[in-house]
C-alpha cells in the first residue's frame, strides 16, 4: 500500500509513520505528485488537487486532508470516483479561539493605540478602553472550533450565542438562532464571529441588512471563510460607522492585493489567514490520521471527521 503526502512533516514524523506502518510504503513529496498514480492513500492539505489528478489516481481510494476546508478541492470528479474523503476537523480550535481572544481583548484593552503611543513616545492615558466582561458575543458556525471559543469566552463573562443553519442547540451557547433568524439578534450583540466553513449555504450569507442592523460599536470578526461577505458590503458598513471594527483573517482574494483598501483601514485589522498556525499543528493532524490508518489497514471501519463532498463539509 502507498501512501503519499504533499506536504513534508518532520523527521521524527516521518520516522514514526515508517516505524509503525512497515507494512506501508510512504512518500513524502512536497507538492509533487508524480506518485499520484500508483497511490493509495493521499495526505494533502487540499488546495494542490484538480479534477485531472483524480483522473489520473487511478488507485486512489482514500483523501485526509490536513485541514478543516475542502471548497478548494474538485468535488464533483471526487464524489463520481467515490472516494473516501475525511478531514482534521477539531485540531484547530486552541490556536484559533487565542486567536480570536489576542484580537478580540487587543481592542476592548485599546492595545493598539497603546503601542502605537509607544513608538511616538507619547505618554497619553486617554485609551477609551473597554471591558469584554457584560458583553454579548454572536458566534456563527458553532462547531468544534466556535463552541471552544464560546467555552473561553463564557468564562471571561462574555454572553454567548450561537448561529447555525437549524438553530439547533450546541454547547457553550446560551441561545441560538437559525441563518433565518439571524437578523433578529444582531441589534443585541456586541461581537460578530464566524468560524463557518465555505458552502452553498454560507456563501454570502451576511448582506448590506445584516450589518446596517449590528450595534455601532459592534466588532465583526471573521475567522471562517472570507466568502461569508462581500467586500465593499463590509467596506461600506466600516466607512458609514454601521459597525467599529473588523478584524479578518480571511478574504474574498486571497492573497489580499497590495492595494486593497482593508490594508489602509484604521478599523480594520488583516490577519493573513494565519489565525489557525500552530507549532502544533502537523502533530495534532498526525494524531488524527494515525488512528484512522490503523482502522483502514485493519479494514475495520471509515476513518474520523468524514466529509460529504456533495454538502461541502
Known amino acids: 500500500m502507498e501512501v503519499l503526502f504533499t506536504f513534508i512533516p518532520k523527521e521524527h514524523q516521518r520516522q514514526q509513520l515508517i516505524n509503525e506502518f512497515p507494512e506501508v510504503q510512504f512518500y513524502f513529496e512536497y507538492k509533487d505528485k508524480a506518485r499520484l498514480p500508483s497511490a493509495d492513500i493521499l495526505v494533502t492539505f487540499g488546495e494542490d488537487l484538480s479534477a485531472e489528478d483524480i483522473q489520473q489516481a487511478g488507485q486512489l481510494k482514500w483523501i485526509m486532508v490536513a485541514s478543516a476546508g475542502v471548497e478548494k478541492m474538485p468535488h464533483a470528479a471526487i464524489a463520481e470516483r467515490e472516494i473516501v474523503v475525511s478531514n482534521v476537523k477539531g485540531i484547530h480550535k486552541t490556536p484559533m479561539t487565542e486567536s480570536v481572544l489576542a484580537h478580540l481583548l487587543s481592542l476592548k484593552r485599546s492595545l493598539p493605540s497603546i503601542y502605537d503611543n509607544q513608538r511616538k513616545k507619547e505618554w497619553s492615558r486617554k485609551t477609551g478602553s473597554t471591558e469584554l466582561h457584560g458583553s454579548t458575543a454572536l458566534i456563527i458556525g458553532p462547531g468544534a472550533i466556535g463552541m471552544e471559543i464560546g467555552r473561553v469566552l463564557q468564562a471571561l463573562g462574555v454572553r454567548t450565542i450561537g448561529c447555525n443553519r437549524s438553530g439547533k442547540h450546541a454547547d457553550y451557547m446560551e441561545g441560538m438562532v437559525s441563518f433565518d433568524s439571524i437578523l433578529k439578534v444582531l441589534p443585541t ?103 484512522n490508518l490503523k482502522l483502514w489497514l485493519a479494514e475495520d471501519a471509515y476513518p474520523t471527521n468524514l466529509v460529504n463532498m456533495e454538502k461541502g463539509y
Open 189 to 291: 450583540v456586541d461581537t460578530v464571529i464566524s468560524v463557518l466553513p465555505s458552502t452553498n449555504e454560507t456563501k454570502y450569507l451576511l448582506k448590506k441588512e445584516h450589518f446596517q442592523a449590528m450595534k455601532n460599536t459592534a466588532i465583526f470578526m471573521n475567522f471562517g471563510r472570507g466568502d461569508l461577505v462581500e467586500d465593499q458590503v463590509l467596506i461600506d458598513a466600516l466607512e458609514t460607522g454601521e459597525i467599529a471594527y473588523a478584524v479578518l483573517d480571511v478574504f474574498e482574494q486571497e492573497p489580499l492585493p497590495s492595494d486593497h483598501p482593508f490594508w489602509t483601514m484604521e478599523n480594520v485589522v488583516v490577519s493573513p489567514h494565519v489565525s489557525s498556525h500552530s507549532e502544533k499543528y502537523i502533530e495534532r493532524a498526525l494524531d488524527v490520521f494515525i488512528p
